[in-house]
């Protein structure tokens, strides 16, 4: 089967999206179970209705955004680093984000920081950052 670049694209636009969401969590340095729920939640709540690509395995895309950010967490990746690839993708592809879609983005980061312990000093940062990404 041949990959076109759009297909391409979507893979890649989701892996960055599971960066993004893993350097949301990771923020304080500790992944809680309680952010990995909120993410599978919000993925089969939320995105699920948003995309109904298939990636070349025959499975819904979206859940690259899972495998990228479970990945991440095996190998206690930066968090920092982790936003740095999505702000890197995200400034490579602005035309990929909709204002629905930065909307989607920006709750789904934000129900992830305030699903334990509501937010710290270190994931406000990373929303903030985010939200100032998307407002230039």
Same mark, same amino acid.
């Given at each position: @089967?041949?990959?076109?670049?759009?297909? &391409?694209? /979507?893979? $890649?636009?989701?892996?960055?999206?599971?960066?993004? =969401? #893993? !350097?949301? !969590?990771?923020? &304080?340095?500790?992944?809680?179970? %309680?952010?990995? +729920? *909120?993410?599978?939640?919000?993925?089969?709540?939320?995105?699920? +209705? *948003? +995309?109904? #690509? /298939?990636?070349?395995?025959?499975?819904?895309?979206?859940?690259? @955004?899972?495998?990228? =950010? &479970?990945?991440?967490?095996?190998?206690?990746? $930066?968090?920092? *680093?982790?936003?740095?690839? =999505?702000?890197?993708? #995200?400034?490579?592809?602005?035309?990929?984000?909709?204002?629905? %879609?930065?909307?989607?983005?920006? +709750?789904?980061?934000? $129900?992830?920081?305030?699903?334990?312990?509501?937010?710290? /000093?270190?994931?406000?940062?990373?929303?903030?950052?985010?939200?100032?990404? =998307?407002?230039?």
């Amino acid at each position: @089967m041949v990959v076109k670049l759009e297909d &391409d694209l /979507k893979d $890649r636009f989701y892996q960055k999206l599971g960066s993004l =969401f #893993y !350097a949301v !969590a990771a923020a &304080d340095k500790v992944v809680h179970p %309680r952010e990995i +729920e *909120t993410l599978k939640k919000l993925i089969l709540e939320k995105w699920k +209705e *948003t +995309e109904d #690509y /298939k990636d070349h395995f025959g499975s819904d895309v979206i859940h690259q @955004m899972e495998i990228v =950010f &479970d990945w991440l967490q095996y190998n206690n990746s $930066r968090s920092e *680093t982790s936003f740095e690839n =999505f702000r890197d993708f #995200y400034n490579e592809n602005p035309s990929l984000f909709t204002q629905a %879609r930065k909307d989607l983005i920006m +709750e789904t980061a934000s $129900r992830i920081a305030h699903s334990y312990a509501d937010v710290n /000093k270190s994931e406000l940062i990373i929303l903030s950052k985010l939200d100032s990404l =998307f407002k230039t």
